[in-house]
């Protein structure tokens, strides 16, 4: 059988505690994402549109948000009949766990399998949590022409505040653009220009193998895009520069600024309007309703809305209802949730199916974001 050059690892893994409770029995690739998307949707864009076939979805949990919204992966060229496809792996911290406790050595099992049936050369692996829009074709041919072992991609950006980065990592280079350390970005200065890792990678499936292999002799059992952050400096790396807009949405206030970002013409058409369109699962749902008396400023607004209040620089994602004399600002406010007459949501993220009811207040703070859980009645 002819070799494909690659196939796809990606890990839907990331830790979800400060992004509770809108991570309540879903992963952060399952989060919505300006009005429309899912995050993962960035990852499995990049990945149809290097024309990769077969691509892994490893899941902490059950992945039953993720299932409902990738289906067959049709929606990113991903359910040929004749090769490839999408693949999932789910219940890998329950798997995790088991091992811990009882012993084990089969952790890596389903990796092996799918680069084995994959028929691939190259893999590229990356984590979920990243917004961006990387064109793996031009990052292959990097690799390619460096012979290195791996090739990590990573964002410059010049610190303009100290925020809570919690795994961020920075690839230090030198003058020549070699990789010297990789260090905690939490350590960096505010001005300071930092080299942020984005956890995605190529390298050749024999050298996976052998990471993996590497890891199991040293009883090292984690999801393999932190094993080769891991091992980094033990073998030759190349970098890539992403020049792109960016953002890890791993805490609240990091998912909340990028969505707000996107209210912003310029990071909006820095992710979306490139070469590479986002791609999503397609929703026909009808148009949006705007009363006479509605009033909307700087606001991306989904389909299926009705607006009847006021809606100021916000995100509103499909089949919400903004009643007469409501007032929405600064806010997030996903699908399927009311907003009672005169009720007031300020620096908020309202979840799935809420109902804020009349008069009710829902007020944050920009240092403070509120959050709403799904299905939550909040009452004036």
Known sequence: MV????????????????????????????????????????????IAHAEIDSCALFISESGRAVYDHIRSGDSWNLDSQISGGIFTFS??????RHLREHGGDDFYDNHRIFMKRAHAEY???????MITNVDIRAVYKHHIDSEADITAVYKPVILDKVRDYTVDMNLKLDEYGQLVDVVP?????????????????ILSVDKMNEIIQRAEAEGNYQEVDSLIEQY??????????????SANVETTDRFYQANMDMLDRSKFNSL???SQPILTKTKNGVPSYYDNDSKVT?????????IDGEVTRSVINRKVYVHKDAVVKESLIFQGTTIGEGAQVEYAIVDKACTIKPGAKVIGTPD???????????EA
């Not at 350590?187 to 930092?194: F, H, L």
């Not at 403070?368 to 909040?378: E, F």
């Open 3 to 46: 070799k494909n050059k690659l196939c796809a690892i990606v890990n839907l893994t990331e830790n979800v505690d400060q992004l509770k409770p809108l991570t309540h029995l879903r992963p952060i690739a399952a989060l919505p994402f300006a009005g429309r998307y899912r995050v993962v949707d960035f990852s499995l864009s990049s």
């Open 91 to 96: 219940q890998q911290n329950w798997k995790l």
């Open 123 to 129: 893999v590229f692996v990356s984590g979920s949590k």
């Open 185 to 201: 970005l939490k350590e960096a200065s505010v001005g300071e220009k930092v080299n942020v890792n984005l956890n995605m990678y």
């Open 232 to 245: 980094l400096l033990d073998y030759t790396v190349n970098v890539y520069e992403y020049t792109g807009y």
């Open 272 to 274: 979306f309007y490139t």
């Open 298 to 306: 700087e606001s991306i607004i989904g389909t299926g809305v009705r």
């Open 368 to 378: 403070n974001i509120k959050v709403i859980g799904k299905n939550t009645v909040v």
